[in-house]
């Protein structure tokens, strides 16, 4: 089945510095994934989409100054905390979906739990 | 938006009950998926199930998409099946999954 990775599974970091997260589809290709973030007993809220060679697009409400996303090739997309702070502290979730089709079934990394200090 | 309302909130089982969860959608969504996150936090697919019937195991679950709800089986429920229950959707035409509210699940021996 499709394997989705990420990296760091935790990081802890101090205010003000920049976190970078990994997101990486193992055995297939995706031109789209998808950022999440959770909140302790909450659902998942989705932060923005990376597309693959374009910009990404954000939610509203997201910065895209603070969470800078990249997706450089079909199996590899990152997530920058800019200037983390406390507020920031949160798990991240990332997805792809498990053909080019990016309303099929969305599978899902491990998470990273970020804590700023 | 759309609200995608799952029940109930919480649920606690002795292992070997059985139980349904339900997803409620405000409006229509599109593919409709049943995850389980486990207690590290790692999201499982039970099942894509745009509509109909579908059974894996001990679970199977049922989208009726024209009146807007899914159902989540569990029988013979085991301590391995805690955590949290999510449904999740597509809205509005496009590629984004909405989430519901999710249903934490405790079964104890």
């Known amino acids: 089945g499709a394997v989705v990775s990420q990296h760091p599974s935790w990081v802890i970091c101090k205010s003000g510095t920049s976190v970078k997260i990994e997101c990486r589809s193992l055995d297939f290709q995706a031109t789209t994934m998808f950022w999440y973030r959770q909140f302790p007993k909450q659902s998942l809220m989705l932060m923005a989409t990376?597309?693959?060679?374009?910009?990404?697009?954000?939610e509203q409400g997201v910065e895209k100054d603070k969470f800078l996303i990249n997706h450089a090739s079909l199996t590899l997309s990152t997530l920058t905390v800019t200037s983390a702070h406390p507020e920031d502290s949160s798990f991240y979730i990332c997805?792809?979906?498990?053909?080019?089709?990016?309303?099929?079934?969305?599978?899902f990394g491990p998470g990273t739990r970020l804590t700023v200090l | 938006g759309i609200q995608v309302e799952q029940s109930p909130p919480d649920l606690i089982l002795q292992e070997g009950a059985n139980s349904t969860l339900r997803c409620n959608f405000s409006d229509s969504v599109n593919n409709l998926q049943w995850f389980h996150q486990n207690p590290w936090g790692q999201l499982i697919n039970l099942f894509y199930i745009p509509s109909g019937t579908k059974q894996n195991g001990r679970l199977s679950a049922t989208t009726v998409a024209t009146e807007r709800y899914s159902l989540l089986y569990i029988s013979s429920s085991q301590t391995t099946d805690s955590g949290v229950y999510f449904c999740a959707g597509y809205t509005g035409g496009g590629n984004k999954l909405t989430f519901g509210t999710g249903t934490q699940l405790k079964v104890e021996l």
């Open positions: 990376s597309n693959e060679g374009s910009k990404a697009t954000y």
């Open positions: 997805s792809a979906p498990g053909t080019y089709t990016s309303t099929d079934t969305q599978y």
